[in-house]
Structures are given as structure tokens and as C-alpha cells.
């Protein structure tokens, strides 16, 4: 007779946490291909957290939905208890305790950048509403469809009974960004680059802060000594990869923006390692930076691992600094008037800054 399986089963499960359950919008979509499998596998949440995966998709890519969820269920991962797609918001958010949005219309061909924060905020100002009237109340909300911080924004105007704090844009693949060419600037591995933020939008004003980012401990202006290098090739290399990569691939990244949802999720539900931070774009209420109130803008976070984050204070600025994040914050707030009619605070006034850019812009 062989061991008793089912026995072994039955506790591993009693051991196991209460299952969670994930909202994924865009589910048959690029990004979410590589990332449904990593949710299931156990990678992001721990080895011990059964999820239930609720995908959400359209009508017109309802057939791939189903193809995904058949991928799904085929693959027989342990963790994953659960699958079930739709096209209503209301539905497939009921009890979500994260809601990882990233469907959205790319930027089309002639259309101006108003139009896209118009459609694109239509969906996440529905997506808001949904979120708070079926979500669970403290659901996590990570926003990765373009323009992700004012979409964050609109999604969370939209939520008032879910807290502010709780909605986040993605900027974690722009801090990978950065990470990887520090590295390679400075030919050591990785995993001793730390104390990377982005600051600010995600478009082509972000700031990537050399400035407070250290290799092996050390700041970064004192091991990489090329001033130039770090304000005009690495700043502008790390705002325009999303572009740089469209130009190789003929489409946006989804790969690589999977593994920094991954990343971004679980820099929430583990301690921040000591000493280190993390960048992602949230509510600015109450922040120390003196960063205009009211705008999803990215900063430097730690987290206790609760799925919560609080602001970092050891920070330092220079005029450089200064002058960079000031640019991010301007585009972010004539960005915020231009989606006024979403957020509940009156007519739209859109007047964009030039170079209001997605990475994948230029
Ligand atoms: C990226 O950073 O790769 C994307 O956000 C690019 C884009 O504009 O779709």
C-alpha cells in the first residue's frame, strides 16, 4: 500500500490560510497570461494561500476568457480553488480582497491624449463603483492599465467606502527598470541595488531618484561618478524603456510588467527587508515629501507585510531632485483637471502639458 495521500492532503489544507479572493481585469489579455499562473502557482501569495481567481474580461474577448480559465483549471495547481470569469464588474468583484486591474484601451493611432484618459477613465470610474459596492471593504487595488495613476485616482474617487490608501499604480516595473541599469552600470548583480524610488507619474516625467538609491550600501553618485550619465542617459533610458521596447517587441511589455505586479504585491504581504523601500503610486494625502495633496503619485514605501504600507522618512532631495518631481506633479495635476468630470469634482479642463507621455509613447 502506498503513504496515505488523501490524509496528507486533508492536513496540509487544514494548514493552509483562509482562501483569498483575486480579481483580475484584462484577464485574457498579455500581462494577465503571465501573471494568472504566477497567482496560482502559490509564487506571489506564499505556498500557503489558496486564492480564488475571478477574472474579468468583454464581450468580445469572452471566448479567450474561457481559454484562459480552461488553462487554468488544466494546470491542476494545488492553490487554486477557484475560477470564474465574466463581463460585469458587480459580479466578478463580489468579495474581492484584491483587484488587479489592468484591462484597458491602449492609446490609438490619432487619438489625443485627452480622448484616452476620457475612455480609459470611463472604465475605471465603473470599476470604482463596482469595487465599492461588492468588494470587500479593505480590498487591495492595484492599477496597471495606462494612464495607470489617474486611473488609480478616478478608481478610488469612485470607492469612497474603500480607503484611499488601499488603490495603487504601478511603478514597480519602472523601479525594476532602473535597478537593472544601475546594475549594469556598475557591474554587480541586481540584488545590490537598493533604495531605488520612482517618483511620480508613469510616463516619461518620472523621476528614477539616483539620488537616494545605494549599491552594496553606498550611495549611488559615489559609486557610479558620472553625474551626466545618471541625470540625462539613465534617467531617460528608465522613462522611454517602455517605448524602446514596443520599438523591438511591436507591443507593450508583459513579461517583465507581470513579474513587477508579482513584485509589487508582494512587497505588500512581506516586511520590507530592513533598511530598503519600495516605490509604488499612491494617494499623496498626508504624505512628507510636499508632494500636492490628492494625486496617485509614486514614492518610496515600506510595508509590515500586512498588505498596508506606510511612507518612508529618510529621504533626501537636491534642487535636481526638486525640479524633476515638480515636473511629474504638474503633469499629474493637469491630468487630474482633465478627468474632473470622472472624480466628481466638476467640468473637465483639459490642458496637457506637452510631453505627457506614456512610456510607450515615444
Ligand atoms: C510600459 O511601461 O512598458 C508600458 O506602460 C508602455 C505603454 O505605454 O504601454
Known amino acids: 500500500m502506498g503513504p496515505p495521500v488523501l490524509l496528507l492532503v486533508e492536513e496540509e489544507t487544514k494548514s493552509w490560510k483562509k482562501m483569498i479572493n483575486v480579481a483580475v481585469s484584462g484577464a485574457a489579455g498579455m500581462i494577465s497570461n503571465h501573471l494568472l499562473f504566477k497567482l496560482a502557482s502559490g509564487e506571489v501569495f506564499g505556498p500557503d494561500q489558496p486564492i480564488a481567481l475571478k477574472l474579468l474580461g468583454s464581450e468580445r474577448s469572452f471566448e479567450a476568457l474561457e481559454g484562459v480559465a480552461m488553462e487554468l483549471e488544466d494546470s491542476l495547481y494545488p492553490l487554486l480553488r477557484e475560477v470564474s470569469i465574466g463581463i460585469d464588474p458587480y459580479e466578478v468583484f463580489e468579495d474581492a480582497d484584491w483587484a488587479l486591474l489592468i484591462g484597458a484601451k491602449p492609446r490609438g493611432p490619432g487619438m489625443e491624449r485627452a480622448d484616452l484618459l476620457d475612455i480609459n ?165 498626508g504624505n512628507p515629501y510636499g508632494i500636492a495633496e490628492g494625486i496617485v503619485f509614486s514614492m518610496p514605501c515600506r510595508s509590515n507585510g500586512d498588505g498596508d504600507y506606510e511612507f518612508v522618512k529618510d529621504v533626501i532631495f537636491d534642487d535636481y531632485l526638486r525640479k524633476k518631481i515638480k515636473k511629474s506633479e504638474d503633469e499629474l495635476l493637469a491630468e487630474k483637471k482633465c478627468v474632473a468630470h470622472l472624480t466628481g469634482e466638476g467640468i473637465a479642463v483639459c490642458d496637457l502639458p506637452e510631453d505627457t507621455m506614456l512610456p510607450g509613447e515615444v
Not at 545590490?192 to 510616463?203: A, L, P, R
Request: one cysteine or more; aromatic letters at 8%.
Open 121 to 285: 477613465g470611463q472604465i475605471f470610474a465603473e470599476q470604482g463603483k463596482a469595487l465599492n459596492a461588492v468588494a470587500s471593504p479593505n480590498v487591495k487595488v492595484m492599477v496597471v492599465g495606462n494612464p495607470c495613476n489617474t486611473n488609480a485616482l478616478i478608481c478610488l474617487k469612485n470607492a469612497p467606502n474603500i480607503p484611499a490608501k488601499n488603490f495603487h499604480a504601478l511603478t514597480r516595473l519602472d523601479e525594476n527598470r532602473a535597478k537593472c541599469q544601475l546594475a549594469l552600470k556598475a557591474g554587480v548583480f541586481y540584488d545590490k541595488v537598493s533604495n531605488v524610488t520612482i517618483w511620480g507619474n508613469h510616463s516619461t516625467t518620472q523621476v528614477p531618484d539616483f539620488l537616494n538609491a545605494k549599491i552594496h550600501g553606498i550611495p549611488v553618485p559615489e559609486v557610479i561618478r558620472d553625474r551626466k550619465w545618471l541625470e540625462e542617459d539613465f534617467t531617460q533610458m528608465v522613462q522611454t524603456r517602455g517605448g524602446a521596447l514596443i520599438k523591438k517587441w511591436g507591443r507593450s511589455s508583459a513579461a517583465s510588467t507581470a513579474v513587477s505586479v508579482v513584485d509589487a504585491i508582494r512587497s505588500l504581504v512581506t516586511p520590507t527587508p530592513e533598511g530598503d523601500w519600495f516605490s509604488t503610486g499612491v494617494y499623496t494625502s
